[in-house]
Nanobody
Framework: QVQLEEFGGGLVQAGGSLTLSCAAS????????MGWYRRIPGRQRELVAV???????DYADAVQGRFIITRDNAKNTVSLQMNSLQPEDTAVYYC????????????????WGQGTQVTVSS
């Protein structure tokens, strides 16, 4: 099983920056896709950014050009640098692992972190 631990949420003023990090642990050989989703109050959970193990990225239009996703395949970590934050970025941010390989099996399911709150004040 994969466990995810998230770091870096908090309160920031509009225009500021925050970096979220997530570490996946367990008997993992590799992870296909890692990323971040968010749930804004009153809305469904939505994509923020994802990155494959080859470094291919995909961003939501709302964060393109402001957020940067990176990962360290050797450490099974993913980070999200969030710049020019706006009040509409206020949400609970969830780390995602999609597809991972252990010494004995491959699991293609999604695994989620517990979520970390990001609040942007105006």
């Amino acid at each position: 099983q994969v466990q995810l631990e998230e770091f870096g949420g908090g309160l920031v003023q509009a225009g500021g920056s925050l970096t979220l990090s997530c570490a996946a642990s367990g008997n993992i050989i590799s992870i296909n896709t890692m990323g971040w989703y968010r749930r804004i109050p009153g809305r469904q959970r939505e994509l923020v950014a994802v990155i494959t193990n080859r470094g291919t990225t995909d961003y939501a239009d709302a964060v393109q050009g402001r957020f940067i996703i990176t990962r360290d395949n050797a450490k099974n970590t993913v980070s999200l640098q969030m710049n020019s934050l706006q009040p509409e970025d206020t949400a609970v941010y969830y780390c995602l692992v999609r597809g991972y390989t252990t010494p004995t099996f491959y699991n293609g399911d999604d695994r989620w972190g517990q979520g970390t709150q990001v609040t942007v004040s105006s």
